[in-house]
């Protein structure tokens, strides 16, 4: 079956460290989305592709980055890890009306 | 900017008894969709409400949507344990694609 996977599920990192989370799906959607969780907030929007060599930035992009090099993949990547960043990380893809969740990434920075 | 409000942000819930969840958004969008959420877990689609006036009903839920009023309401009927987790509204951004989401409604179910 098709599906979305997220690795790794837990992170713990310290401040200032580069950290890449993965997003890998199936489904060979061309619209993919990184969201935050964070309690009182809801899911916030921090990049999102349309395709490959497409990228954008959201909501709350600073501190982001993504690559998109093939329909399958995008990477999150925190380039100096911030305390502030300490959150439930989503990706998602979508063909059409519906977006499809992964099962997310806890990260933590101390 | 687009922004999604929900009300109740909490809602506990007695058995049996029935319930109205709110969701107003404030630009123009023609889609909503209604995720749940329980703890510790990721989002599940529950509803995708495409046109002014749709309606949509599993088990005992039923959402429907509004767009001139930019209101989209989650009833549940006859509450029952099983439905305690959080929901989320969410409306497609103005390029179509992104998800602008609310802040989502915790609803507690108790006997």
């Known amino acids: 079956d098709a599906e979305i996977t997220q690795s790794p599920r837990h992170k713990i990192t310290e401040t200032g460290r580069q950290v890449t989370l993965a997003c890998h799906q199936t489904?060979?959607?061309?619209?993919m989305f990184w969201y935050r969780q964070d309690l009182g907030h809801g899911l916030r929007l921090i990049h999102y592709s349309y395709g490959v060599q497409d990228t954008n930035k959201g909501e709350v992009s600073d501190g982001y980055s993504v690559s998109r090099s093939n329909t399958e993949d995008l990477p999150l990547t925190l380039e100096s890890a911030a305390s502030s960043q300490t959150s439930v990380y989503f990706c998602?893809?979508?063909?059409?009306?519906?977006?499809?969740f992964g099962p997310g990434t806890r990260l933590t920075v101390l | 900017e687009l922004k999604v409000e929900q009300n109740p942000l909490f809602l506990s819930m007695q058995e049996e008894k029935n319930y109205t969840i709110y969701c107003n958004y404030s630009?123009?969008?023609?889609?909503l969709y209604w995720y749940r959420q329980d703890p510790g877990k990721s989002l599940e689609s529950l509803f995708v409400l495409l046109s002014n006036g749709a309606v949509k009903q599993e088990g005992r839920l039923m959402a429907s949507l509004d767009t001139k009023a930019r209101l989209s309401t989650l009833h549940i009927t006859a509450a029952v344990h099983d439905l305690s987790a959080t929901y989320f509204c969410a409306v497609e951004d103005q390029a179509g694609t992104a998800l602008i989401f609310g802040k989502g409604t915790t609803l507690s179910v108790s006997s």
């Open positions: 630009t123009t969008s023609d889609r």
């Open positions: 998602a893809s979508s063909e059409g009306n519906e977006q499809f």
């Open positions: 489904w060979n959607h061309n619209n």
